[in-house]
């Protein structure tokens, strides 16, 4: 697991890294939250701590920042400080800045198990046969499941069901190698899913769609094309903003 610490107290923070990296923790820290930013556009840690006071900014401020980026929603956050912000994402926790050092590793380390346990979870026929997992896509989006599987290194086949379209995206060790969707592969099919996956999960008057992972071995798709060379985090990155540009499009042209 791989936490990223912000913190303007130089000592404070390395206390924290000892901490966490005794507990079995990757630690980061920063000081500065516009670096933090910059890193978080390249790699997301499980989960993030921020105290009180940064050097350009507040942890509250800070905290705003992270929520306002949607590619970071399933990225726990856990802030020093005697306040929190006025909605609180359920992921979330604010502690005392006084707060002992094995307390704050204890409440991070419960943060990411909450949030497997969320993302595995996700109905109550949640866990398949296989050890797979299945769900509804109203409950959390297809782009925050694809990051899911991807930080969990899993390997198998993604099966999403859209009304009548059905979807296939296959992973490699967390690596989406692999799609197929209404009649187009590779990136295009993985950028024209999502588009359709996150239309349907805003209009309340469809269903979101369903979907199905199912582990399988390497053996398992050994003859099945690689149509995706990018890493997953540099696609939906990547995807995630051709589907802003477009939704600003659409906007624009309304």
Same mark, same amino acid.
């Not at 949640?126 to 050890?131: A, C, F, R």
């Given at each position: 697991?791989?936490?990223?610490?912000?913190?303007?107290?130089?000592?404070?923070?390395?206390?924290?890294?000892?901490?966490?990296?005794?507990?079995?923790?990757?630690?980061?820290? =920063?000081? /500065?939250?516009?670096?933090?930013?910059?890193? +978080?556009? !390249? *790699?997301?840690?499980?989960?993030?701590?921020?105290?009180? $006071?940064?050097?350009?900014?507040?942890?509250?401020?800070?905290?705003?920042?992270?929520?306002?980026?949607?590619?970071?929603?399933?990225?726990?956050?856990?802030?020093?400080?005697?306040?929190?912000?006025?909605?609180?994402?359920?992921?979330?926790?604010?502690?005392?800045?006084?707060?002992?050092?094995?307390?704050?590793?204890?409440?991070?380390?419960?943060?990411?198990?909450?949030?497997?346990?969320?993302?595995?979870?996700?109905?109550?026929?949640?866990?398949?046969?296989?050890?797979?997992?299945?769900?509804?896509?109203? =409950?959390? /989006?297809?782009?925050?499941?694809?990051?899911? +599987?991807? !930080? *969990?290194?899993?390997?198998?086949?993604?099966?999403?069901? $859209?009304?009548?379209?059905?979807?296939?995206?296959?992973?490699?060790?967390?690596?989406?190698?692999?799609?197929?969707?209404?009649?187009?592969?590779?990136?295009?099919?993985?950028?024209?899913?999502?588009?359709?996956?996150?239309?349907?999960?805003?209009?309340?008057?469809?269903?979101?769609?369903?979907?199905?992972?199912?582990?399988?071995?390497?053996?398992?798709?050994?003859?099945?094309?690689?149509?995706?060379?990018?890493s997953t985090d540099?696609?939906?990155?990547?995807l995630a903003v051709?589907?802003?540009?477009q939704q600003r499009?659409?906007?624009?042209?309304?």
């Amino acid at each position: 697991m791989k936490v990223l610490i912000l913190t303007a107290q130089t000592e404070h923070g390395k206390a924290l890294r000892e901490s966490f990296a005794l507990s079995g923790f990757e630690v980061q820290v =920063e000081s /500065s939250a516009l670096y933090a930013m910059t890193l +978080l556009e !390249r *790699s997301r840690p499980d989960i993030i701590v921020s105290n009180e $006071m940064l050097s350009e900014m507040s942890g509250l401020d800070f905290y705003e920042l992270v929520r306002a980026d949607h590619h970071l929603a399933m990225v726990p956050f856990l802030l020093l400080a005697p306040r929190g912000p006025a909605e609180l994402g359920d992921l979330d926790r604010i502690l005392p800045p006084d707060t002992l050092n094995p307390e704050i590793v204890r409440t991070a380390y419960r943060l990411v198990l909450e949030l497997t346990r969320k993302t595995v979870e996700l109905s109550p026929e949640g866990v398949t046969p296989k050890g797979g997992i299945q769900g509804k896509l109203a =409950e959390i /989006s297809l782009f925050e499941l694809a990051q899911w +599987l991807a !930080r *969990s290194a899993k390997t198998g086949r993604l099966i999403v069901q $859209m009304g009548l379209e059905e979807g296939s995206w296959l992973f490699s060790s967390g690596q989406l190698i692999h799609a197929e969707y209404a009649n187009r592969s590779g990136e295009d099919a993985v950028l024209n899913l999502l588009i359709q996956a996150e239309a349907k999960r805003h209009n309340p008057d469809k269903s979101g769609g369903y979907f199905l992972f199912e582990p399988l071995s390497e053996a398992d798709f050994f003859l099945e094309p690689i149509t995706i060379r990018k890493s997953t985090d540099q696609l939906l990155l990547s995807l995630a903003v051709q589907m802003d540009h477009q939704q600003r499009g659409d906007a624009h042209r309304a």
